[in-house]
Each structure stands twice: as structure tokens, then as C-alpha cells.
């Protein structure tokens, strides 16, 4: 898949190039200068191609890569890597340009992306700086995924306690919708479409409770809390590339229904305990293209019909259905593939038990390249960790302790909880940081193995 072959790509490419050219200028020269004027104007016929296509046009960077629209374009030649840093350093990591936008807001954007870090904090920030030029239709996202919020032991068991209603009411709605398409039923897409709401909220909120969440299982239910774990995923990674909200929403519409097809699967191929048969398989590989026909069908957003066809094409076309469409997958199947390959494999099924979270995405980054968009699997990785939350692990003193909070500065090395009776009855912990280390620069703990959960008898959901 080449980019050239991609005309949004390649429209992306020129806008960036243009709002480079752009900037650059902007800092040489007065706003009314012609080559400023020039490369305003450029970039307002680039944008007004983008916007065309998109109701609104979406820039976010995150690991140093930019993404148009939630799809990363790829910067063969070098040419985005200084204006990346720089726009990152005014904290311009999500910047969505509306419909309508004047010349004068472009401009003044234009400027204002120039200015000094300390000048635009003296304004109040970039976002202030834009309110005061009158720029309503350039929209500043928040800088990160903020991955930690304190907050007291009350708080946070009200959290806890809140954010599990809203999993089971998004495993309920699931459910519900499996159930409607299974009995050739009208789906409630305005019930899938509020807990995807519900669900952004919390993602946005409390991000760490939620990826908590997303290590629930459940055996006998295996497809709907898959489901509704992959949808968490997906926009947790969405939130870490700095989507727009209506994105993120979108894409946990597309990935609570990406399985949707299953409904038309027997149980006797479903939960066979053993390998399946060739033409059992090649049934089983009907549920992408089937669940694309039923979301058609029901009047899906176009997203979520995409991602249930796709999720399980695979970065390099190896996977099925055999697909070879220009332009080539969209940027959220590949998102989706990895969560979803992630969350099969962390689960229980008919035919084998679960794997440990750390072997499994050892499987995700081994595979990436192939069978997964190598810049989505670092974004994986980065927000779960080598070892990923809810995972139970040994630690070099002897203790027991579960993940608890991923360390994007040092992916091997999370926050935890040691279990102060790692046998008993107690839930009783004391919560450590393993990228701690004593006064000769020595870690004071470091993570051994990790370790099967139900060897000891703990439930690790029970510290989550």
C-alpha cells in the first residue's frame, strides 16, 4: 500500500506542507506581507479539499507522528519532523479546523502557531490567544491522555463503583443488539450509540479506571464483554492519538458492533473446545463480510460497517476476507485489529485458556508490521505497558503484586499494588511504583514473572 495510491493521503500530505510553508513564513514576515498572504491562501484550498471529504478536518500528534482525521501520514521524507516538535512545544497536539473558516481565522491561526511559548502563555494560552482574535472555528484539543488523576480513597471507590454500571450497561446494550440482529430485528443503534456516549465520557474522565475495566472477563459471555473491552481499547488509544470527541465516539460505535456477524455463527462452531475444521474455519470467516452486510442493512454508520469487514484483514492483506480495494484498510480497522486480537487472546475460550497479558502483547509487537500497523502498535504499547493493567506479577523481593497503571515513561516498569496476604481473603494492598529507585540509583523493585492469577487463587479484578 503506497501512499500515492491514497487520495486522502495525498491531500493530507499537501495541506501539511502547506501549513509548514506557512509557518514558516510567518515567522520571517508581517501578516500582510504577499508571501504570507500566498501561503494562507494555499493552505486554504488544501484545507477546503480535506474538508470536502470530512465534515471537519482533524491534525493530532502523538509519539511523534501526525495524524489527519485519525490516520497517520507518514513522513517519508522528513519533511513534518521539525514542524511536529514545534507545534507540540504550544501544546498544538489536536487542532480541529471547522467548516466555514475565514481567511482571517486562518491567518490569525497562522500567526498565533508561531508565536513565542512564553508570549502565548502570557496570553493565557493558545486557546485564549484564538477567543480573543475571535477564531471560533479552530478548535485546540487537550494536550495527552492524562493516564493518572488523584483522587481521595472516597472518590475513588464512587468512580470505581460508577464506571462498572456503566461497563455492565454497555454489556447489556450488546447484548440487546446482538440479540436484535440474531432475530432479523430492527437493532437499537440509539442504545449502542448513548453507551458509546457513556463510554467516551468515562474514557475522557477516568481513563485508568477504564483500562482497569478492560480487563474483565467473562467465559459464558465471551462476545459481549470482548466487545465491549475492544470498544474501551480502541478509544483509549483514539484519546492517546488526541481524536476529537465525535470521533471517539464513532469509533466505539464501530468497535462495540465490529463482531456483529457472529449472530449468524452456530454455537457448535463458536464454542467448539477443539480446532475447527477447514470448512468450519472458512464459515467462521463469513462473520466479517456478514456483520458488514447487517450494520448495512440497519442503517450503521459507514465506520462501523468498515470495521466489521476489516478487523481481521491484517496490516500486510494476510488475513481474511481477501481484500484489495485502493486506498487499502481505513486507520481505525487497523486500530481495532490490535485491540481485538489483544482482548481474544487475554480471554478464555471454548478451546483454550487465557494467555498473560504480558505474553500477549509480547504476540502484538512481534507481529507488528505484518499482521499490525507498526505506528498503532507502539501507541499499544505505550498505553498498556509490557505489562498491562490487571496483570499479577512477581516481584525481585518476593512480593505479589497486580498492575495497576502503565508507565508511558518506561513501558516495563508500571505502577502496582502488592498484595499484602497474597493467599488470603484480604484485599488488603500497598500501591508501589517500580520506577522507583533508593538513593544509589538501584530499582527497588522490579517485576520477575508474571504469573497465572488463578494459581493463587486471586481474583486481580478485586484491586482494579
Known amino acids: 500500500m503506497t501512499t500515492q495510491a491514497d487520495p486522502f493521503i495525498a491531500a493530507a500530505r499537501t495541506f501539511l506542507r502547506n501549513l509548514d510553508k506557512a509557518r514558516r513564513r510567518a515567522r520571517i514576515y508581517p501578516p500582510e506581507h504577499p508571501y504570507v498572504r500566498e501561503s494562507q491562501e494555499l493552505?486554504?484550498?488544501?484545507?477546503?479539499?480535506?474538508?470536502?471529504?470530512?465534515?471537519?478536518?482533524?491534525?493530532?500528534?502523538?509519539?511523534?507522528?501526525?495524524?489527519?482525521?485519525?490516520?497517520?501520514?507518514?513522513?517519508?521524507?522528513?519533511?513534518?519532523?521539525?514542524?511536529?516538535?514545534?507545534l507540540a512545544r504550544r501544546d498544538l497536539?489536536?487542532?480541529?479546523?471547522?467548516?466555514?473558516?475565514?481567511?482571517?481565522?486562518?491567518?490569525?491561526?497562522?500567526?498565533?502557531?508561531?508565536?513565542?511559548?512564553?508570549?502565548?502563555?502570557?496570553?493565557?494560552?493558545?486557546?485564549?490567544?484564538?477567543?480573543?482574535?475571535?477564531?471560533?472555528?479552530?478548535?485546540?484539543?487537550r494536550k495527552s491522555l492524562a493516564l493518572s488523576t488523584e483522587e481521595q480513597p472516597e472518590q475513588q471507590a464512587e468512580t470505581t463503583r460508577v464506571s462498572r454500571g456503566v461497563y455492565r450497561t454497555a454489556v447489556q446494550a450488546v447484548i440487546q443488539a446482538f440479540a436484535e440482529a440474531s432475530g432479523r430485528e430492527t437493532i437499537s443503534l440509539e442504545l449502542v450509540d448513548g453507551v458509546a456516549r457513556m463510554l467516551v465520557s468515562g474514557v475522557l474522565q477516568h481513563p485508568d479506571t477504564f483500562l482497569g475495566l478492560s480487563a474483565m472477563k467473562d467465559f459464558h459471555e465471551y462476545t459481549f464483554y470482548h466487545s465491549v473491552n475492544v470498544a474501551i481499547?480502541?478509544?483509549?488509544?483514539?484519546?492517546?492519538?488526541?481524536?476529537?470527541?465525535?470521533?471517539?465516539?464513532?469509533?466505539?460505535?464501530?468497535?462495540?458492533?465490529?463482531?456483529?456477524?457472529?449472530v449468524q455463527m452456530p454455537l457448535e462452531i463458536l464454542?467448539?473446545?477443539?480446532?475447527?475444521?477447514?470448512?468450519?474455519?472458512?464459515?467462521m470467516k463469513s462473520h466479517a463480510p456478514e456483520g458488514a452486510r447487517i450494520l448495512t442493512e440497519q442503517g450503521a454508520n459507514p465506520l462501523?460497517?468498515?470495521t466489521a469487514a476489516q478487523h481481521h484483514v491484517h496490516f500486510d492483506?494476510?488475513?481474511?476476507?481477501?481484500?484489495?480495494?485502493?486506498?487499502?484498510?481505513?486507520?481505525?480497522?487497523?486500530?481495532?485489529?490490535?485491540?481485538?486480537?489483544?482482548?481474544?487472546?487475554?480471554?478464555?475460550?471454548?478451546?483454550?485458556?487465557?494467555?498473560?497479558?504480558?505474553?500477549?502483547?509480547?504476540?502484538?509487537?512481534?507481529?507488528?508490521g505484518t499482521t499490525f500497523h507498526?505506528?498503532?502498535?507502539?501507541?499499544?504499547?505505550?498505553?498498556?505497558?509490557?505489562?498491562?493493567?490487571?496483570?499479577?506479577?512477581?516481584?525481585?523481593?518476593?512480593?505479589?503484586a497486580v498492575v495497576c497503571k502503565p508507565n508511558p515513561g518506561d513501558i516495563y516498569r508500571p505502577q502496582a499494588k502488592v498484595l499484602a496476604e497474597p493467599c488470603g481473603e484480604s484485599r488488603a494492598f500497598r500501591a508501589v511504583d517500580l520506577a522507583e529507585r533508593d538513593a544509589d540509583g538501584a530499582y527497588l523493585r522490579s517485576i520477575v514473572r508474571s504469573i497465572d492469577p488463578r494459581e493463587s487463587e486471586i481474583n486481580v479484578a478485586d484491586y482494579l
Do not use: W
Not at 486480537?341 to 505474553?359: C, G, N
Open 317 to 368: 492483506h494476510h488475513g481474511y476476507p481477501d481484500y484489495d480495494v485502493p486506498g487499502g484498510l481505513h486507520f481505525i480497522s487497523h486500530l481495532v485489529t490490535i485491540v481485538d486480537v489483544y482482548d481474544a487472546l487475554t480471554s478464555d475460550r471454548s478451546y483454550r485458556t487465557s494467555m498473560l497479558p504480558d505474553r500477549a502483547m509480547q504476540i502484538i509487537i512481534e507481529g507488528r
Open 271 to 283: 464454542d467448539k473446545p477443539g480446532k475447527l475444521t477447514q470448512d468450519e474455519f472458512e464459515y
Open 374 to 400: 507498526p505506528t498503532l502498535t507502539k501507541v499499544f504499547a505505550n498505553l498498556t505497558g509490557m505489562f498491562p493493567v490487571g496483570t499479577l506479577v512477581e516481584l525481585d523481593t518476593g512480593e505479589l
Open 43 to 86: 493552505l486554504a484550498g488544501a484545507l477546503d479539499e480535506l474538508i470536502l471529504v470530512r465534515d471537519s478536518v482533524t491534525l493530532s500528534i502523538s509519539e511523534g507522528d501526525v495524524f489527519i482525521e485519525g490516520r497517520h501520514i507518514p513522513d517519508d521524507d522528513g519533511m513534518m519532523e521539525h514542524m511536529i516538535s514545534d
Open 304 to 306: 462501523a460497517v468498515v
Open 93 to 141: 497536539v489536536s487542532i480541529t479546523f471547522l467548516p466555514g473558516i475565514s481567511g482571517d481565522e486562518l491567518m490569525a491561526f497562522i500567526v498565533l502557531s508561531v508565536a513565542k511559548p512564553p508570549d502565548l502563555e502570557a496570553l493565557g494560552g493558545i486557546k485564549a490567544a484564538l477567543e480573543r482574535k475571535r477564531v471560533r472555528r479552530v478548535l485546540i484539543g
Open 233 to 262: 481499547l480502541s478509544m483509549l488509544m483514539g484519546s492517546k492519538l488526541h481524536f476529537h470527541e465525535s470521533l471517539l465516539h464513532t469509533v466505539g460505535v464501530a468497535a462495540l458492533l465490529h463482531d456483529l456477524g457472529k
